[in-house]
T-cell receptor
Framework: KQEVTQIPAALSVPEGENLVLNCSFTDSAIYNLQWFRQDPGKGLTSLLL?????REQTSGRLNASLDKSSGRSTLYIAASQPGDSATYLC????????????FGKGMKLTVNP | KAGVTQTPRYLIKTRGQQVTLSCSPISGHRSVSWYQQTPGQGLQFLFE???????NKGNFPGRFSGRQFSNSRSEMNVSTLELGDSALYLC??????????????FGEGSRLTVL
């Protein structure tokens, strides 16, 4: 059974820091991995999707990497801003292109001005 | 292009009642999935529909059911509500069919409180 872990559960940093958010998964036979952002009381916003054949994806100040063999992904946020404050979740899709995503419990990020 | 629309956004029910939640996917998306989000369990997969057929189901009791209409809109129903059903129910749609290579787009959710 796939399990996804995000540690730490919360992080508070001053504005301007470069951040690394971690995600680990127990079954390396994944189809893809997706990072999401969730603001309080809101739905999820997709940030980056990495296919199992890819090593990384970039969008603006965000860069996500994937190491399937070690069961790890990292989301790198450059020059953090108060607007980056949110909960960040990673989710994996099982091999075969399963529609069912298994989510981590998320990491609550607070960026202080 | 309108996003995934979920109604109602908030609702309060009492134990034993039933509830129906609605989801309209992004235009052109035919795959709709549902997730339950609670502080303790996080996000858990409920079920997924494609072309009016349920293709995958999570580990939830039979009180949780859903359906999809020919226009891809989906509803989920929870009968005999329990306190533990209080949660944010999220609907998501996907632009492509299998294999799952596309991003999942989520709605704002329906927050259900059971008293």
């Amino acid at each position: 059974k796939q399990e996804v872990t995000q540690i730490p559960a919360a992080l508070s940093v001053p504005e301007g820091e470069n951040l690394v958010l971690n995600c680990s998964f127990t079954d390396s036979a994944i189809y893809n991995l997706q990072w999401f952002r969730q603001d309080p009381g809101k739905g999820l916003t997709s940030l980056l999707l990495i296919q199992s054949s890819q090593r990384e994806q970039t969008s603006g100040r965000l860069n996500a990497s994937l190491d399937k063999s070690s069961g790890r992904s990292t989301l790198y946020i450059a020059a953090s801003q108060p607007g980056d404050s949110a909960t960040y979740l990673c989710a994996v899709a099982g091999q075969g292109g399963s529609e069912k995503l298994v989510f981590g419990k998320g990491m609550k990020l607070t960026v202080n001005p | 292009k309108a996003g995934v629309t979920q109604t109602p956004r908030y609702l309060i029910k009492t134990r034993g009642q039933q509830v129906t939640l609605s989801c309209s996917p992004i235009s052109g998306h035919r795959s709709v999935s549902w997730y339950q989000q609670t502080p303790g369990q996080g996000l858990q997969f409920l079920f997924e529909y494609f072309s009016e057929t349920q293709r995958n189901k999570g580990n939830f009791p039979g009180r949780f059911s859903g359906r999809q209409f020919s226009n891809s809109r989906s509803e989920m129903n929870v009968s005999t509500l329990e306190l533990g059903d209080s949660a944010l129910y999220l609907c998501a749609s996907r632009p492509r069919d299998r294999p799952n290579t596309g991003e999942l787009f989520f709605g704002e959710g329906s927050r259900l409180t059971v008293l």
